[in-house]
């Protein structure tokens, strides 16, 4: 089973609101990471979770805010977004966050459907 | 930084000829490279990956070859249908700042029947 779920699969709200995203995953991965994909481009990194901690942040604004309770599940808080944060955001998860390149299949990301999100 | 080209951006065949999309990458470090497939409306799903210790990988209609010392890397498709009809996404791994997967900007697809 190879399988990434997110909800909701489609979000839309306004510039005050306080929304989340939702991501789960139970193939045993340690590594968890958020893509944001506009569209006709490729997913851009976002953040990423080893072991339940925060390992990257790709100098995201304060507006978006990870949170892994646990290692099956990872969130992301959104918060007085703007309509250019409108986008698909993607969910993945790896066997883990390689301590060094080539040492296995620690690197290959299983991506989720996705979050449409619509900001007005 | 580190990045990837893709070319071309997009790309039409006939349903059973064969599709050929290539990669350029920069960082001479990286060493795994994995093809995406996304339709529309999903998310990237792997198709087929290679590490930098093998030159050819095949899986049925898809194989991916890869030249270390020229830094490209390319997807063969055969034997095309319809249902290959979707953005395909190379990427290289590599470590900048933390391990991450570099993305190319994609390959529009069609198959025509």
């Known amino acids: 089973d190879t399988e990434v779920t997110q909800t909701p699969k489609h979000l839309v709200m306004g510039m005050t609101n306080k929304k989340s995203l939702k991501c789960e995953q139970h193939m045993g991965h340690r590594a968890m990471y958020w893509y944001k994909q506009k569209a006709k481009k490729p997913p851009e990194l976002m953040f990423v979770y080893s072991y339940e901690k925060l390992s990257i942040n790709e100098s995201v604004p304060s507006r978006f805010s990870p949170e892994c309770p646990n290692s099956s599940l990872l969130n992301l808080h959104l918060h007085a977004l703007q309509p250019e944060d409108s986008a698909l955001y993607l969910c993945?998860?790896?066997?883990?966050?390689?301590?060094?390149?080539?040492?296995?299949?620690?690197?290959?990301?299983?991506f989720g459907p996705g979050t449409r999100l619509l900001v007005l | 930084g580190e990045n990837v080209e893709q070319h071309p951006s997009t790309l039409s065949v006939q349903e059973g000829d064969s599709a050929v999309i290539k990669c350029t990458y920069s960082d001479s470090a990286s060493n795994y490279f994995p093809w995406y497939k996304q339709e529309l409306g999903k998310g990237p799903q792997l198709i087929i990956d290679?590490?930098?210790?093998?030159g050819e990988k095949k899986d049925q209609r898809i194989a991916v070859t890869l030249n270390k010392t020229a830094k490209h890397f390319s997807l063969h498709i055969t034997e095309t249908q319809p249902e290959d009809s979707a953005v395909y996404f190379c990427?290289?791994?590599?470590?900048?700042?933390?391990?991450?997967?570099?993305f190319g900007a994609g390959t529009r697809l069609f198959v025509k029947a």
């Open positions: 290679i590490r930098s210790n093998v």
């Open positions: 993945a998860s790896s066997q883990s966050s390689p301590g060094r390149m080539g040492t296995g299949p620690q690197e290959t990301q299983y």
């Open positions: 990427a290289a791994f590599t470590y900048t700042g933390g391990f991450k997967t570099i």
